[in-house]
């Protein structure tokens, strides 16, 4: 069967370029001065072995970060950067992840704690490895790289060869196993990154005698006994020698086998011959320390391709396969990082078989220029990883100081827009945060459409889909329909006795006009029929005489809406109420867009320096707006006798709009402990009115701390999907996380934390 031949034959091409990626990066968690934590593995994550992301390997103190398989390097390495973000932000201030495979300062055996599972079974097999292996060796970490080929490829061989398809599954995965250790020196010598350990690492006194290229993948690295020898010619044989192993004593289960290339997709490898291979575990890779995430996405592509070019060629021997590939690997990990690879012209033979695979199967051009990048590391052992990393440790002269350094960097760099996650940055914030806060609570996590803001969760085989954040299955289709309608909305809580403005609806200017002697010196709100965010809004609260602002307020409001609203301007505070499953779980006060004075700058300068706070932005990638500078904020100034080159006396406040929206500028302030509970009930009553789970209630509200009455308030209006970001990171009080409960509505049966 010659794979190249077939696909090439029968325009397999496409077949061949899909395939499934998944990542497991385990990394030690370690302290400020580069020690490794003695703390548990962190509660906030729950129970680790049901966490489909967050785990732990061997100790406490070990993370291991699981991303789900994807189609392409880029969302392979999104997820895991997401995961790496999650983890960053959830462990405790003096906390890093370490970003080499080795910690470089080694605790004393005693204070290395094995991984406390729920299930006692292994607590007990790590208990067993201790004895075996000792505790060091399995505090190196590193990078596993799971690789599927298509399934629908491999029918398709099936087909054409008359072979059943679990055969074509295990003869292909077989040959790519032995491939794989045949090759695999080049991805050592390319990626290997551990070139020196504490000297109680070695506990049995025998160490290299100068640096490494990889300790991990040498015989020093976390490896089986000797005697140990696993043949991967047939499947058959492959099964009965690790069987025998556990069978005799000499592994105690069949996870103890620790190559560098693992079956998988069955609970027992004796199912195979039934089932198939499904897909391959590579267990090779050194963390990269200049990678924050332990891999870059052109490395995760770089092996990609280096693994189907291994399924595309014919294998040289096939009984000489497994014996070379161990010698020429254990060679290359022990040798200088700064040394030529003696087997240079084997090296440049497999990447230019790699660039004649990614020109006969079309793929892109940024391929072959990946694969002259490793030919030039090829021939120049200084521009590869190991010998960076060592470069560095003879700069410092101590690797705890190196990669802390880089632990540092990753972790600033995580928590620098602390309100965002940089994978998903091209997302509005509300939806960020619930994907954020899935990923920390074991909920699966896929966009779905990342344009449209709709992303698919997943929890112990249930699925739930939002949108924009808080649109959920929980809410009927009329619900939206309601609020997006300001009249309708206004008739359906008038007739529930609540207080809404009274006003007229107009469809031109000229309609809006005949209504200008009914509300001229009156305060009023014009606002489209239909909107959100508050476009198009203005308010004269007290009232205006001039019929060239109150047209230009109506132009306004047309741009946003064929029909517009005038409404009287009820007096008081504005407050947005957060109502989700019949229980108000946040209130903000929304300060219009304002600058105070201090007797020097410009309004236009203040707003210049304002707008300078990082968290000011677009409000959906930001939790606030930068305020503007146009015809409506010049109107409203003028309104107050002002204009953008007035200076303002110290402490005067200047307001750039009348509407609060954060969406225009606006500041937001958190009063949920401070708002009189009636107020809460009657939001609760709004939402329900609206038949809605989760609804943004505006009120107008003479004082919070009152007890509602008939007049003391007034419903401005409700907003279906109402913005989340603004009560989670406030421009002052306490945040609302109100993504969790969004999730807590979505999955009751979780403990959402």
């Not at 997302?427 to 896929?446: C, F, H, P, R």
């Not at 706070?613 to 010049?634: C, F, V």
Request: hydrophobic share 35%; proline share 3%.
């Amino acid at each position: 069967m010659i794979i190249k031949d077939i696909i090439i034959n029968n325009n397999l091409e496409e077949l061949f370029a899909n395939v499934k990626i998944g990542i497991e990066k385990e990394g030690q968690r370690v302290l400020e001065n580069g020690e490794v934590t003695k703390t548990d593995h962190p509660k906030i994550f729950g129970i680790r072995h049901e966490h489909p992301y967050i785990q732990t390997d061997f100790a406490e103190s070990q993370v291991e970060l699981i991303t789900t398989p994807e189609n392409n390097e880029k969302d392979v390495l999104r997820i895991l950067n997401a995961i790496h973000e999650v983890t960053l932000k959830n462990l405790p201030k003096d906390e890093y992840i370490w970003p080499l495979s080795i910690p470089a300062i080694l605790p004393n055996e005693e204070d290395i704690r094995v991984a406390q599972f729920e299930k006692q079974f292994d607590v007990e097999y790590r208990e067993y490895l201790v004895k075996k292996y000792g505790k060091y060796k399995q505090m190196v970490s590193g990078i596993h790289y799971n690789f599927q080929l298509d399934d629908m490829l491999m029918e398709k061989i099936a087909e054409i060869t008359g072979e059943d398809i679990v055969t074509v599954k295990n003869d292909v995965y077989l040959k790519l196993a032995r491939q794989f250790l045949r090759y695999q020196w080049l991805l050592i010598y390319l990626l290997g990154a551990s070139p020196l350990a504490e000297n109680k690492y070695f506990t049995d006194g025998i160490k290299p005698t100068d640096f490494v290229r990889s300790l991990r993948t040498s015989r020093y690295g976390y490896v089986n006994d000797d005697d140990i020898k696993v043949s991967y010619s047939s499947l058959e044989r492959y099964i009965k020698d690790i069987t025998g192993y556990v069978e005799n004593k000499q592994l105690i289960a069949e996870k103890e086998f620790y190559s560098s290339v693992r079956f998988r997709g069955a609970d027992t490898i004796k199912k195979f011959p039934d089932q198939g291979i499904k897909y391959i575990e590579f267990r090779l890779f050194d963390l990269n320390p200049f990678a924050p995430f332990g891999i870059l996405e052109k490395d995760i592509r770089f092996v990609h391709l280096f693994i189907k070019t291994l399924v595309w060629l014919e294998e040289v021997d096939k009984n000489t396969s497994e014996s070379l590939g161990y010698e020429y690997s254990e060679n290359v990990a022990l040798s200088h990082p700064m040394e030529k690879v003696k087997y240079e012209e084997e090296g440049l033979w497999l990447l230019n078989q790699m660039k004649d695979m990614v020109e006969k199967v079309g793929l892109l051009e940024s391929d072959i220029n990946l694969i002259d990048e490793k030919i030039e590391e090829l021939k120049n052992p200084e521009l590869t990883i190991g010998a960076r990393l060592l470069k560095e440790y003879q700069k410092e002269n101590d690797m705890a100081k190196v990669g802390m350094k880089l632990a540092r960097m990753y972790k600033e760099d995580a928590l620098r827009e602390y309100y965002s996650l940089s994978a998903y940055s091209n997302m509005e914030l509300s939806t960020q945060a619930v994907i954020e806060d899935a990923i920390k609570n074991g909920i699966k996590v896929t966009v779905i459409d990342e344009n449209d803001q709709f992303i698919r969760l997943e929890s112990n085989g249930r699925v739930e889909y939002v949108k924009n954040g808080n649109m959920t299955s929980k809410d009927s289709y009329i619900s939206p329909l309601i609020m997006e309608n300001k009249v309708v909305t206004k008739k359906v809580l008038a007739e529930k006795g609540l207080r809404v403005p009274k006003g007229y609806e107009v469809s031109s200017l000229e309609e809006a006009l005949q209504k200008f002697n009914y509300i001229k010196n009156k305060p009023i709100v014009i606002k489209p029929k239909s909107t959100n965010f508050g476009l198009g809004i203005t308010i004269f609260k007290n009232g205006t005489s001039s019929v060239e602002n109150y047209s230009k307020a109506i132009e306004f409001a047309l741009k946003e809406d064929k029909d517009i609203l005038i409404e009287e301007f009820i007096e008081g505070t504005e407050y947005r109420f957060f109502v989700i499953e019949g229980k108000t779980e946040a209130v903000l006060l929304r300060v219009p867009a304002n600058v105070v004075g201090d007797g020097k700058h410009t309004i236009r300068e203040l707003v210049e320096q304002k707008n300078s706070d990082p968290l000011r932005g677009d409000a959906k990638k930001t939790p606030l707006k930068k305020i503007e500078l146009g015809e409506i904020e010049k109107l409203q100034l003028s309104e107050q006798g002002l204009n953008f080159d007035s200076i303002l006396a110290k402490n005067e406040v200047a307001y750039l709009r009348e509407n609060s929206n954060i969406s225009t500028g606006g500041d937001s302030v958190d009063m949920t402990d401070e708002v009189h509970e009636s107020y809460k009930e009657l939001a609760v009553e709004i939402a329900d009115a609206m038949m809605a789970k989760v609804c943004g209630v505006d009120l107008i509200i003479s004082d919070i701390k009152e007890e509602v009455n008939a007049t003391n308030y007034g419903v401005i209006e409700a907003n279906f999907n109402p913005m989340m970001m603004m009560h989670i990171y406030p421009h002052s009080g306490k945040s609302r996380r109100l993504s969790l409960n969004v999730l807590k509505m979505l999955f009751p049966e979780k403990n959402i934390k």
